[in-house]
Structure formats: structure tokens, C-alpha cells
């Protein structure tokens, strides 16, 4: 049995509902920063803080996606993600993906940062317009599959868990 393939829509509204389940590990995470760095201004300290919240969120992916193979919005929205041939992912693996992942950002933020872009306007257009780029490429791979999960061996697919007293399928 070859498991289905999510669809864009039903992957968008996992990337957002995962984009608010972030939000409050990102203002909690920030709050610790400041804490134990005693930040006493939001613009003191950015480039530490960014590097603290890469970790803190590379932490969460890597730990929901080789415990479980799903964050809490992929449960939500029954996705999993798995290797390409079904297996849980290692944390090395899990790592892997998700600093692959950033290949949604890291061209728009390398051509801002190379023109000094500094318009929110501006930035969020590029940064709009390089996640189309990269969907339009999952879109053209046979699999459907983002390219970091190309490079990393992985997949996402979706999933149902199995009902209480059901035994799950092979």
C-alpha cells in the first residue's frame, strides 16, 4: 500500500496552525533569553537571541518528529512524517530535515540581505514569493515532496491513528 500524498491546502493550514503553536514557544522561549541574559532592550543582544531560537525551535521539530513523527499540528491536521520507506526518523535525520528545511527562507533572506533591503513591504514579498518558488518545485517532483525532504530521505504523508481497540495496519 503506498500511503497518500497530502495535498497543498491541507499542508498550508498545517504550516499555519504550526506557525501559531510556534508563536507561544517563541514568546516563551524569548521571555527565557531575556531573563537569564538580562536584556534590557529588544535591539541589544538580537544576534544571540536569533541563535537561541533557531536551537529552541530546532529542539521541538527534532523532538516531536523522531518521538513521534508528527508536531501537534501534524496530529491535528493527520500528517506524519516518516522516511521513504515508512521508517521512524533518527534525531540525526530529524536534524537534518529540519535544518534543510530553512530552504523556504534562506534565498529571499540571502537576496534582501545582499540588497540591503529593509521595507516590510519589500521583505515580505520576497519571502511570499520564495515559498511559492518552493512549493511550485514540490509540485514538480514526482513525489510531490519538498526538496529538504528530498535531500533528507523523508516524507510526509497522511495518517490516521488507529481507533481505540483496532490493532493498526502493517
Given at each position: 500500500?503506498?500511503?497518500?500524498v ?7 493550514a498545517?504550516?499555519?496552525?504550526e506557525g501559531l503553536l510556534l508563536f ?5 522561549a524569548?521571555y527565557?533569553?531575556?531573563t537569564?541574559?538580562q ?8 544576534l544571540?537571541?536569533?541563535i ?11 523532538w516531536?518528529?523522531s518521538?513521534?513523527h ?5 496530529k491535528?491536521?493527520h500528517l506524519?512524517l516518516?522516511?521513504r520507506d515508512?521508517q521512524p526518523?533518527s534525531q540525526p ?15 529571499a533572506?540571502?537576496w534582501l540581505g545582499l540588497g540591503?533591503?529593509r521595507s516590510g513591504?519589500?521583505?515580505a514579498t ?13 509540485r514538480l517532483a514526482?513525489?510531490?515532496?519538498y ?10 504523508e ?9 490493532n493498526?495496519?502493517p
Open positions: 500500500m503506498n500511503p497518500e497530502p495535498g497543498f491546502a491541507r499542508r498550508l498545517c504550516l499555519v496552525y507561544g514557544v517563541i514568546a516563551f524569548g527565557v533569553y531575556s537569564l541574559t536584556q534590557r532592550h529588544a535591539l541589544h543582544g538580537t544571540g537571541l536569533q537561541f531560537l533557531f536551537v529552541v525551535i530546532g529542539i521541538y521539530f527534532t516531536f518528529w518521538r513521534g508528527q508536531t501537534l499540528a501534524m491535528t491536521w506524519r516518516v522516511t515508512g526518523l535525520r530529524a536534524l537534518a530535515r529540519y535544518t534543510a528545511s530553512w530552504l523556504w527562507f534562506l534565498p533572506l540571502a540591503g533591503v513591504a519589500a521583505i520576497a519571502l511570499l514569493a520564495g515559498m511559492a518558488a518552493y512549493v511550485l518545485l514540490a514526482p513525489s510531490r515532496q526538496l529538504h525532504d528530498l535531500i533528507c530521505g523523508t516524507r510526509l497522511l495518517w490516521r491513528a488507529p481507533k481505540r481497540g483496532q493498526p495496519a
